[in-house]
C-alpha cells in the first residue's frame, strides 16, 4: 500500500464511519478540487452510488465553468444534489468591499438554511489542513452548536482513529474526511484516478486559479502549468501560498478564524 492508498483508505473510513453514526448526513461541494476529490473518494466508499444528497452553496457569484461543471457532473454521478442559495441577500445585492459579511450572508446563511429544512445532522466537507492556518486546528469530526458556532478552543480528542462525538438535537457535526492530505496529494490522487476537474485550474496566457470559488474574490496565479503534472511540478517548487489569489481580508488570519468560528466552510 502506497502514500496515495493509505490517505483514500483512511478517508474512506471516515466517510463510512460518518454516515453510520449520523444517517442523515450530506455532502458539500463546491466544485474546487478538494471538494471533487471528496466526490470522487465518497462514490468509492459507496461502489459509485453516493446515498446521500449532495449539496452546493450558490452564491450566484460562481464562474460559469462551475455551473457546467457541476450539473454535467451531478447528471453523469446520478447526484441527490441540493443546490441552496439565500434569495434574499441575492436579491438585495452584496458589496463585496465586507467579505465577511458578504460570505455570511452568501454561503453560512444558505448553509444554515439548508440545515434547518432538511435537519442534517452531519456534513462532510474537502477542507486540509495544510490549506489555511485556522483549518489546522480542525478535528476529523468537529462539533457546531445550534448557533452554528465553532468552539475552536474546546475540541473533541480524536485518539487511535477513533471519531465519536456526542451530539444534542441541536448541533450538527462537520466532517473533515481528507483533512489529512496535502494541496500535492490532491493533485497526485487527481492524476492517478484521473479524476475530471474544471479547467480553471490550468494555465491560459500565462495564469491559472490555484484556488477557485466566487469571481469577486478570485484572481489568477502567474503558472505556465496546463497540465496535471506541471501543477504538481509547480507546487512542488512554488513559495507562493495556496490562497494567494483569494481576497486577502479574508484571508488573514483573525478574520478567517471569526469566520469559521461563526460556521464558514
Known sequence: MDHLDQLEAKSIYIIREAYKQFGNIAMLWSIGKDSSTLLWLTRKAFYGKIPFPVM??????????IYEYRDAKAKEYGLDLIISRNEDAIASGMDHSSKL????????????????????????????????????????????????????????????????????????????????????????????????????????DGKRYRSIGCKPCCSPVESDADTVDKIIHELRTTNTAERAGRAQDKEDTYTMQKLRALGYM
Open 56 to 65: 452546493h452553496i450558490d452564491t450566484s457569484y460562481k464562474f460559469e465553468e
Open 101 to 204: 459579511q458578504c460570505c455570511m450572508a452568501l454561503k453560512t446563511n444558505a448553509l444554515k438554511m439548508a440545515i434547518e429544512k432538511r435537519k442534517f445532522k452531519a456534513l462532510l466537507l474537502g477542507i486540509r489542513r495544510d490549506e489555511h492556518g485556522i483549518r489546522s486546528k480542525e478535528r476529523y469530526f468537529s462539533p457546531r452548536d445550534a448557533n452554528f458556532k465553532w468552539d475552536y478552543k474546546n475540541q473533541p480528542p480524536e485518539l487511535w482513529d477513533q471519531y465519536k462525538s456526542k451530539q444534542s438535537d441541536e448541533d450538527h457535526i462537520r466532517v473533515h474526511p481528507i483533512l489529512h492530505w496535502t494541496e500535492v496529494d490532491i493533485w497526485e490522487y487527481i492524476k492517478r484516478e484521473n479524476i475530471p476537474i474544471v479547467d480553471l485550474y490550468f494555465a491560459k
